[in-house]
């Protein structure tokens, strides 16, 4: 019973310091004197943290063991939150760097850490380890504007109220500190694990650009929509509830999708259908009046989604066997999130040099485009060779 529960109160802390930034963007610029730059460099702050320390998760975990980098990564973001609410104007990027690396340790060490203590309930688990994610992604779009607000406008408050959540998970995980699992411990996988060399394939290019284009969309959204509609004439608190529900959208979906997608050996209708939805509710949030954007914004978070659900299932489905999808993931986590990286940057950038979202928008509409022709090739019904054809290292 306590490690689920250390299981909800951890996953409800991956993404909650994250999307309770964008909705407060404004203030955060006019509070602390941030350049458009600036902004932009925040934004893409998590994703290139994500890119950069998701590959140290394994190597720690078969060290130290998965429950203790948990505990360790849980203070690690707490720690980076209080600073950045401390002390914003030095350490708002530099604490909100610290809370991703930690958030990519986990993001790598959860699920892994579920299939081995608990195989038998690996599912549910699963399960529940993503509602709650979801929960505390919606809350933090959802809640941000309005606890600025009730604080009188402190950024210190708003900034740090999230390592409140942060220091209760550790209070939760701590059970957990006297086990010791690694990725390689059983005796049916002893030495250390091995990699293959899968970025020798086209198909891994395929599902890594498909993985990396479907986040960059998602981020760049994520990041600017709040904005983008206050820009329009929308409060403060509309956009943030705007982002929440498209959040929301993308929590349904992205549970769903895989379980179709498991039913066919061809993907590609299922990709199709993903993109063209998100780009059409992408579209409708940044061009078609505000009349309809509640509308619009939670048909792009179930097309947002839908693409994401896919790009984890075509990450399995695509490797023949464990050490293959290891590797793959790894490749698709690490290149996919640094290409992701881009979005955010760019589309701050390019709305700084313009003035307005119009050009921004036409790009990540271009993206949806390179999105859809990487998820056709990658939704194909093949697979990678096995681990003992490959080059192993």
């Given at each position: 019973m306590a490690f689920v529960a250390g299981i909800i109160v951890l996953a409800f802390n991956l993404r909650a310091a994250i999307t309770s930034l964008p909705p407060l963007f404004p203030e955060l610029s006019a509070a602390l004197h941030l350049s458009s730059a600036a902004l932009a460099l925040l934004a893409a702050t998590p994703v290139v943290c994500f890119a950069l320390f998701s590959g140290v998760?394994?190597?720690?975990?078969?060290?130290?063991?998965?429950?203790?980098?948990?505990?360790?990564?849980?203070?690690?973001?707490?720690?980076?939150?209080?600073?950045?609410?401390?002390?914003?104007?030095?350490?708002?990027?530099?604490?909100?760097?610290?809370?991703?690396?930690?958030?990519?340790?986990?993001?790598?060490?959860l699920p892994s850490l579920v299939k081995r203590r608990q195989p038998a309930q690996a599912g549910w688990l699963i399960g529940i380890y993503l509602l709650s994610l979801s929960a505390g992604t919606i809350l933090g779009a959802l809640v941000a504007v309005p606890l600025f607000q009730v604080s009188g406008g402190s950024v210190r408050l708003a900034l740090g109220v999230w390592a409140a959540p942060a220091l209760a998970a550790m209070l939760a995980w701590l059970p957990q500190w006297r086990f010791r699992t690694v990725p390689d411990g059983t005796a049916t996988q002893p030495g250390p694990a091995r990699l293959v060399k899968v970025w020798r394939y086209r198909l891994a290019w395929q599902v890594m650009t498909f993985m990396g284009l479907q986040s960059l969309t998602y981020y760049a959204s994520a990041s600017w929509l709040p904005t983008l509609f206050r820009d329009r004439g929308t409060s403060a608190v509309h956009a943030g509830t705007l982002a929440a529900l498209m959040q929301l959208g993308g929590a349904g979906s992205a549970l769903l999708i895989p379980v179709l997608a498991h039913?066919?050996?061809?993907?590609?209708?299922?990709?199709?259908?993903?993109?063209?939805?998100?780009?059409?509710?992408?579209?409708g949030s940044a061009f078609a009046p505000l009349s309809g954007a509640a509308a619009w914004i939670l048909l792009l978070g179930l097309g947002q989604g839908a693409a994401l659900g896919l790009a984890v299932y075509l990450t399995m489905v695509r490797a023949p066997d464990p050490v293959v999808a290891a590797s793959l993931s790894a490749f698709t986590q690490g290149a996919g999130y640094l290409l992701a990286a881009a979005g955010p940057l760019a589309v701050g950038l390019l709305h700084t040099a313009t003035g307005a979202w119009t050009v921004p928008a036409a790009l990540v509409l271009a993206v949806f485009g390179g999105e859809l022709a990487a998820g056709l090739m990658a939704g194909r019904a093949r697979t990678l060779p096995a681990a003992e054809a490959g080059a192993a290292s």
């Open positions: 998760a394994a190597p720690l975990s078969r060290r130290f063991g998965e429950e203790r980098v948990l505990l360790a990564a849980l203070a690690l973001l707490a720690v980076g939150l209080l600073l950045r609410g401390a002390v914003p104007g030095l350490l708002l990027i530099p604490g909100t760097a610290l809370a991703a690396a930690a958030i990519a340790l986990m993001n790598v060490l039913r066919v050996r061809d993907q590609r209708w299922l990709v199709t259908l993903a993109v063209i939805v998100s780009a059409a509710g992408f579209a």
